[in-house]
Structures are given as structure tokens and as C-alpha cells.
């Protein structure tokens, strides 16, 4: 396949903004995610996401963000594709967790859905 870096800036069809930063040589990324969206009425804050990637070639990762806004946890997984176009593109599933403050409530704390993201030009210095 297609190399596909997953270093950089990203927006996905939400239009969520994510900035990914330097793998490491063991697979771990760090990023910041700026949401579009949010389940609850807080004020938006961007984010800190952790992650791994399969390396080897491979084009798998996972990541966590953990929302510094509110209480709950996101974790999305995915691949990283050069489509038909030739953009990069990630093609995710997540789930987010919410809290609940009752063990009766738990049944409806998880939300499950898809993200496509495609890649920003990177500015020129
Ligand atoms: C919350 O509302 O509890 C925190 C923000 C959750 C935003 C979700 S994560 C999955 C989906 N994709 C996005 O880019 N934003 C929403």
C-alpha cells in the first residue's frame, strides 16, 4: 500500500480538528483534538490524544483522547489510507465513554460511530 504518515493536521467530516506530532520509534504519538462537536453543553477545549501505531510498514492505530473539558473519554481505531485522489485519509471507528453518577444509568454511557479524516496541506516554512 500507499505510505501514509499519520504526522500532522487533520479535520474530519464532523470538521473535529486533530494535530498529530512525531511517532516515536516504539509506535506512541501524542496530539491535540479540538472537537466540532460536543454530547454535553460545556465550553469546547482542545484535547491531548496518545496513541500507537503498528509500525513495519503497517498502517494500523489506535488512539485515547481524554477531554479536558468534561468527563468522559474517547477511543477511536483506524487505518490510514491514500485514497483514490491521492490524499491521505483516516478511516475511524470510536466509542465515547460518558459518566454516569449512577450504576443504573451505565446501559446509556457509550456512544459507537465512524470519522473519515483527510490530511491538511502543511504550511511551507
Ligand atoms: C463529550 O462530548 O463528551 C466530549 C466530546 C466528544 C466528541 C465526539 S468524539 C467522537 C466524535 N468525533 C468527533 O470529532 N467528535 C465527536
Known amino acids: ?8 493536521q487533520w479535520k474530519n467530516d464532523l470538521g473535529s480538528n486533530m494535530t498529530i506530532s512525531a511517532i516515536s520509534e516504539k509506535g ?5 483534538y479540538l ?3 460536543s454530547a454535553t453543553n460545556k465550553t469546547i477545549l482542545t484535547s491531548p490524544l496518545i496513541g500507537y501505531q503498528q509500525l513495519n510498514g503497517s498502517s494500523t492505530f489506535g488512539f ?9 473519554i474517547t477511543v477511536f481505531t483506524g487505518q490510514c489510507f491514500i485514497d483514490e485522489t491521492g490524499q491521505p485519509t483516516l478511516q ?3 466509542l465515547l465513554r460518558s ?21 491538511l496541506p502543511s504550511k511551507r516554512s
Open 64 to 72: 485515547t483522547v481524554k477531554w479536558s473539558f468534561t468527563s468522559s
Open 99 to 119: 459518566e454516569s453518577g449512577d450504576i443504573k444509568d451505565n446501559w446509556s454511557q457509550t456512544r459507537v460511530g465512524y470519522n473519515i479524516f483527510h490530511k
Open 92 to 94: 475511524t471507528a470510536w
Open 28 to 32: 506512541i504519538f501524542l496530539g491535540a
Open 1 to 8: 500500500a500507499a505510505k501514509c504518515s499519520l504526522t500532522g
Open 35 to 37: 472537537t466540532s462537536v
